[in-house]
Nanobody
Framework: QVQLAESGGGLVQPGGSLRLSCAAS????????MGWYRQAPGKERELVAT???????NYADSVKGRFTISRDNAKRTMYLQMNSLKPEDTAVYYC????????????????WGQGTLVTVSS
């Protein structure tokens, strides 16, 4: 079984920075696209950023120029560096993988982490 675990959330003042991490665990052979999503209170979950296994990235317009997504394939870990944070960035941030191939060659689809809360407030 493959699991994702986020860390790094917390309370930060407007204009501050945080770095989120998402670690994949299990008997993993390869991971395809990894992504960060967020859900603010009373709103639907939305895409923040994605990164392919080759390093190609995609960002929501609302975070372009402020957030940077990266991944370390050897460590099975993805990161989200968040700078110039705004109160509207307050949300639970979720890690997602579209599919993972295990060492058994079983393919696991659409895996989500439990989420980590980011609160931007003075």
């Amino acid at each position: 079984q493959v699991q994702l675990a986020e860390s790094g959330g917390g309370l930060v003042q407007p204009g501050g920075s945080l770095r989120l991490s998402c670690a994949a665990s299990g008997s993993i052979f390869s991971i395809n696209v990894m992504g960060w999503y967020r859900q603010a209170p009373g709103k639907e979950r939305e895409l923040v950023a994605t990164i392919t296994s080759g390093g190609s990235t995609n960002y929501a317009d609302s975070v372009k120029g402020r957030f940077t997504i990266s991944r370390d394939n050897a460590k099975r870990t993805m990161y989200l560096q968040m700078n110039s944070l705004k109160p509207e960035d307050t949300a639970v941030y979720y890690c997602n993988v579209d599919w993972v191939i295990a060492t058994s060659r079983h393919r696991y689809l659409d895996i989500w982490g439990q989420g980590t809360l980011v609160t931007v407030s003075s």
